[in-house]
């Protein structure tokens, strides 16, 4: 399987940073990828209240735009993430995955939201303006199953093993760590979940921008099951491309079979 990670500068312009997207899915459909990932809240600027101002209904006029390109492409193409409005005006934080035919396949709000004040580093509310989803997320594709969660999503571990237990061997985030919370933990988190649950972990981040309010670490990556970085980037603009061998996934879990020895008849993880 054949991906590419997007990492773009994002500005004030939501269709502008769609057709910014679509510049780099054009390139990444030219390397005959299978499947493109965008970072969180590539639309608009990361800010919580931007949140309100952005959000779109489900099949609004991003969503239409972005199953467009999967199509236009025949791409997998999970959309990064944005703000998302229900009937009651609630705003999610939602990442969306198109398939090859621009088919919606899976939606996933974020679960856990990123409220933090760190003495002398980043303070964020993510709660001021979102709500929180609830749904685990695993989708279908000819390659197998692929996990999918939203940045903060990413320290919880329990939310990793239940997609691995509903058979995700590829797991995406979409994310956007900061100057604080990047260069502390980015690389060690995804690291550890890739060998916690001996999957592929890929990280999607947009490109920093040191004018921004909020300013993004970048260094999108993805692991291996084994835990060694595949590819990863900088903190500039640019498109990673990875070639996943899935076989690998198999391999790792044959040679060290940690999942088969877990002692479920002692401890068990489950959804409510």
């Not at 991906?3 to 502008?16: P, R, S, T, W």
């Not at 791409?75 to 609630?90: T, W």
């Not at 550890?192 to 981040?205: E, H, K, P, S, T």
Request: proline content about 4%.
């Amino acid at each position: 399987m054949k991906i590419a990670v997007v990492q773009m500068h994002v500005g004030e312009d939501k269709l502008k940073n769609i057709a910014h997207a679509k510049s780099f899915i054009e390139r990444a459909a030219a390397k005959a990828v299978d499947l493109v990932v965008l970072p969180e809240m590539f639309c608009c600027p990361y800010e919580t209240k931007n949140f309100p101002i952005y959000a779109e209904r489900d099949g609004g006029e991003s969503f239409t735009q972005l199953a467009s390109i999967a199509k236009e492409y025949a791409i997998y193409l999970v959309a990064g993430s944005m703000p998302e409005k229900d009937d009651e005006e609630n705003v999610y934080n939602t990442s969306y995955v198109f398939n090859r035919h621009g088919e919606n396949i899976a939606k996933h709000r974020k679960m856990h939201l990123f409220d933090i004040d760190v003495d002398g580093g980043q303070t964020f509310k993510e709660s001021e303006t979102l709500t929180p989803g609830n749904n685990v997320t695993v989708f279908n594709t000819e390659f197998g199953k692929i996990g999918l969660c939203i940045c903060y999503d990413l320290r919880f571990p329990e939310l990793a093993r239940l997609m691995v237990d509903e058979g995700a061997e590829i797991i995406v985030v979409p994310a956007a760590f900061n100057m604080t919370t990047g260069p502390a933990h980015w690389e060690i988190l995804f690291r550890n979940r890739a060998l916690d649950n001996q999957v592929f972990m890929i990280g999607a981040a947009p490109a920093r921008d040191k004018q921004a309010s909020y300013i993004s670490y970048g260094h999108s990556l993805v692991v291996s099951p084994w835990g060694d970085i595949v590819e990863k980037l900088d903190e500039k603009e640019n498109l990673l491309i990875a070639n996943l061998d899935r076989s690998l996934v198999k391999k790792v879990r044959k040679e060290l079979p940690l999942l088969a020895h877990r002692r479920n008849d002692i401890y068990t993880i489950s959804k409510q």
